[in-house]
């Protein structure tokens, strides 16, 4: 991985604001790093992405545009990018116009631009100047296939196939076995058609030369290569990223550590971690069946509870309301947790995830089993090939109510299914390690990228 290239060449990376989306790109970035190459992150405000001294390599800057900070919350992630991509579509091109000036000051060749794919304006301005390009996907293989069939779907039926309500929610996706309509990607924050109306635009690949994506072909083999055949670019599995390279944290929330000295004095397999990601929402009464379930299961727990992640709720009210609830060594709340450095500890026997592509990679690469209870979009896709597919996971669907968490957490922790599982996800692990190991596919797949640069 450390192999320097004779000549060092620049490339510019662009990340979508939000965590899910920074995390991967910053990993990319640090292996293209590894391999000789200058790095430079352009990020819009909305990142908040401050960088520590171990980046102190990287250049960062920031893409110029005037939408109001409220926008972010006020829009919902959906309407926010199409928005956010019309902002930057002229600002972005002027700004990279006078970057390539500055690079060939200082006789510096640009090997690529990547950009995520719901930072589509990208492509349009490199395009401009005649740059290569490249797509990063920072989802599974599986959920940019459910976003091309998606909008299939509506070109060929409209929205109604599409819609929750429509009488098909349980029905099979043609070809997308095992995904449901209920599972494909639409949004909890904004309408079917905005949903469509992004994805239009996260399906085109225009001028780009290739797609990166954040799997493995071990995971994904099927819609890998139905990707391949739509895309007709190269497509090339890398992942997962953070198995390839060692970061420094990229949190936009501060990790609070002493969950680890609590997870220490536990043995080993016997807490449930709980985590819904940086952007999923619960009402305040299916916070309290959860504990009430989760209490009742007699399991040890590390529940991280992020503040605005209760609707309509004074937090600090109903965090003591919490704490007395568990008030036993079994229980252990946080308001963010350092994930990876969790799901490695030895305490951790399962994982209550809203099934994000990156928690998803990270629990898999432990060998660490999921409860799964997706909040919106991608999640929902996941969970459906964690629970049908890879055979490492229990979904909950439906009303959230505290006999339904405690059934969950005892299939998991307590019976025999749980222990299956639990074969099932270590050996998927040591599958895993060896995609990114000397011959494993995905560090072939990273070299076969390189050697296009």
């Avoid at 109604?160 to 309500?165: H, V």
């Avoid at 004074?314 to 007395?324: H, I, P, T, V, W």
């Avoid at 222990?419 to 190991?437: G, T």
Wanted: aromatic residues 10%; contains cysteine.
């Amino acid at each position: 991985m450390e192999e320097k290239l004779a000549r060092k060449r620049r490339v510019l990376l662009v990340p979508a604001p939000a965590q899910g989306h920074i995390t991967p790109m910053i990993q990319l970035a640090t292996i293209l790093h590894l391999k000789g190459f200058s790095i430079t992150i352009a990020q819009t405000k909305f990142n908040y992405f401050n960088p520590s001294n171990n980046l102190s390599d990287f250049q960062f800057v920031t893409i110029p545009e005037n939408l109001p900070e409220s926008d972010l919350k006020n829009l919902g992630p959906g309407r926010f990018m199409i928005k956010l991509a019309k902002e930057c579509c002229f600002s972005f091109e002027k700004w990279l116009g006078l970057f390539l000036l500055q690079q060939q000051s200082i006789n510096e060749e640009i090997a690529c631009v990547i950009y995520d794919e719901f930072m589509y304006f990208v492509e349009a301005a490199v395009k401009e100047y005649k740059l290569p390009n490249v797509i990063l996907s920072t989802t599974s293989a599986t959920s940019f296939v459910c976003r091309f069939v998606m909008c299939k779907l509506y070109a060929k039926d409209g929205l109604a196939p599409l819609k929750e309500g429509g009488g098909r929610e349980e029905e099979l996706v043609p070809e997308l076995y095992p995904i449901r309509y209920k599972d494909l990607p639409t949004s909890a924050f904004a309408p079917v058609d905005c949903s469509v109306e992004l994805f239009k635009k996260t399906c085109y690949t225009g001028t780009a030369s290739s797609m990166i994506i954040n799997t493995v072909r071990c995971l994904e083999i099927s819609s890998l290569e139905w990707l391949q055949q739509e895309l007709e670019i190269p497509v090339y599995p890398i992942g997962p990223l953070h198995m390839v390279a060692s970061v420094p944290p990229t949190s936009l929330l501060e990790e609070n550590e002493s969950c680890i000295g609590w997870l220490n004095k536990r043995k080993p397999s016997s807490v449930i971690y709980i985590s819904l990601g940086s952007m999923s929402l619960m009402e305040i009464k299916e916070v309290f069946e959860m504990a009430s379930g989760l209490v009742s299961s007699n399991q040890h727990f590390l529940w991280v509870i992020r503040p605005e992640s209760i609707r309509d709720s004074k937090f600090s009210n109903d965090e003591e309301l919490l704490r007395k609830m568990v008030t036993s060594d079994r229980g252990y709340i946080v308001k963010w947790a350092p994930q990876k450095q969790v799901l490695a500890h030895s305490a951790v026997g399962a994982f209550w995830s809203h099934c994000g592509w990156n928690s998803t990679l990270e629990s898999l690469s432990e060998g660490v089993p999921m409860i799964c209870r997706p909040f919106t979009t991608d999640q929902k896709g996941n969970a459906r090939y964690l629970e049908c597919v890879w055979k490492v996971g229990i979904q909950v669907e439906g009303e959230l109510e505290r006999g339904a968490v405690e059934r969950a957490v005892k299939r998991l922790m307590v019976d025999e299914e749980g222990h299956e599982m639990k074969v099932r996800a270590l050996s998927l692990k040591e599958k895993l390690k060896v995609s990114v190991s000397g011959e494993g596919s995905s560090h072939k797949s990273l070299d076969d990228f390189i050697r296009t640069l």
